[in-house]
Nanobody
Framework: QVELVESGGGLVQAGGSLRLSCAAS????????MGWFRQAPGKEREFVAG????????SYADSVKGRFTIFRDNAKNMLYLQMNSLKPEDTAVYYC??????????????????WGQGTQVTVSS
């Protein structure tokens, strides 16, 4: 198990950028596959981006591909999501998630055992 705390959300105009951070504690961060998910009001929680243990393999939802970048710093127990060219459709609560013992990218929410509380991202038009 790991404790996950997201930060970096806020209000930004369309076309702007934000960097979300997820701080992990309580276990060996390098043994967890990590992912970012988001949920807008009235919608299902959806996959945004995922990254393998070592960071060599990543996966992105089609809606964010080319605009968002997921990366991790295992030495600092940190996960990041760099979001560029933000659109109003990106408005949601963003969650980081971890799955112990999964060396490859996990895309399904059901595949993650630990979740943060989320950080709100609002993109104005």
């Amino acid at each position: 198990q790991v404790e996950l705390v997201e930060s970096g959300g806020g209000l930004v105009q369309a076309g702007g950028s934000l960097r979300l951070s997820c701080a992990a504690s309580g276990s060996t961060f390098g043994s967890y596959a990590m992912g970012w998910f988001r949920q807008a009001p009235g919608k299902e929680r959806e996959f945004v981006a995922g990254i393998s243990w070592g960071g060599a393999s990543t996966s992105y939802a089609d809606s964010v591909k080319g605009r968002f970048t997921i990366f991790r710093d295992n030495a600092k127990n940190m996960l990041y999501l760099q979001m560029n060219s933000l659109k109003p459709e990106d408005t949601a609560v963003y969650y980081c998630a971890a799955e112990y013992g999964a060396p490859t990218v996990v895309r399904g929410a059901e595949g993650y055992g630990d979740w943060g509380q989320g950080t709100q991202v609002t993109v104005s038009s």
